[in-house]
């Protein structure tokens, strides 16, 4: 079956605009989570959606982040007012369900959306 | 807080050899998950393994094995008889469980292993 795909697959931005990034996670799939990769590093949690809900926001670095999974499915990321060190990799992964006090599911990643701020 | 440390940034070997990557990790919880994953060029990670606080057995797929030893905090990958492969990046990550949402992970910075032919 289709995994989890993300677009758009790159993106180049300026300094101060807005972008949105989307991720489609497998069907089915309740839990989905935003993570950030900068160069070098290991991917730093930003927010988890169990549903429509935000269950978990507390990696989200500012307010400038927002993200919404509307009907439960697809989700959106936006960053206003971009910054030049908002440039990372954008990893969307889901899994079938992550109750709290339970054991976590096999979450399944994106490629990723490669956001470039001039 | 929780933290997962690999301190090797990158290993290079010739195929065929055995190699392990190092993970170390710091959490409070008692209930945790410990995991694998790998990271190859094009850029998707690809889960490799879970282990629970609980399970300290060893596990053997493969030519991959992994040994936890909750004594020292380390959950240790080796792959024997690397094959080229096998180059990509490798990250350890953690979620405990109870002190926060189960499945948000703590990535460790990865090791970048080159099997060179």
């Known amino acids: 079956g289709a995994g989890v795909s993300q677009t758009p697959s790159n993106k180049v931005t300026e300094k101060g605009k807005y972008v949105e990034l989307r991720c489609d996670p497998i069907?089915?799939?309740?839990?989905l989570y935003w993570y950030r990769q900068s160069l070098g590093q290991g991917p730093e949690f930003l927010i988890y959606?169990?549903?429509?809900?935000?269950?978990?926001d507390s990696g989200l670095p500012n307010d400038r982040f927002f993200a919404v999974r509307p009907e439960g499915s697809v989700s959106t990321l936006k960053i206003q007012r971009t910054e030049r060190g908002d440039s990372a990799v954008y990893l969307c992964a889901s899994s079938l369900n992550s109750p709290r006090g339970g054991p976590p599911d096999t979450q399944y990643f994106g490629p990723g959306t490669r956001l470039t701020v001039l | 807080a929780q933290k997962v440390t690999q301190a090797q940034t990158e290993i290079s070997v010739v195929e065929k050899e055995d190699v392990t990557l190092d993970c170390v990790y710091e959490?409070?919880?008692?209930?945790?998950?410990l995991f694998w994953y790998k990271q190859p060029p094009s850029g998707e990670l690809v889960f490799l393994i879970r282990r629970n606080s609980f399970d300290e057995q060893n596990e053997i797929s493969g030519r991959y094995s992994w040994n936890f030893q909750k004594s020292t905090s380390s959950f240790n990958f080796t792959i024997t008889a690397s094959q080229v492969v096998d180059s990509a990046v490798y990250f350890c990550a953690l979620s405990e469980v109870y002190n926060t949402n189960a499945g948000k992970s703590t990535f460790g910075d990865g090791t970048t292993l080159t099997v060179k032919p």
């Open positions: 959490t409070r919880d008692t209930t945790y998950y």
């Open positions: 069907s089915g799939h309740t839990a």
């Open positions: 959606f169990q549903g429509t809900g935000a269950a978990d």
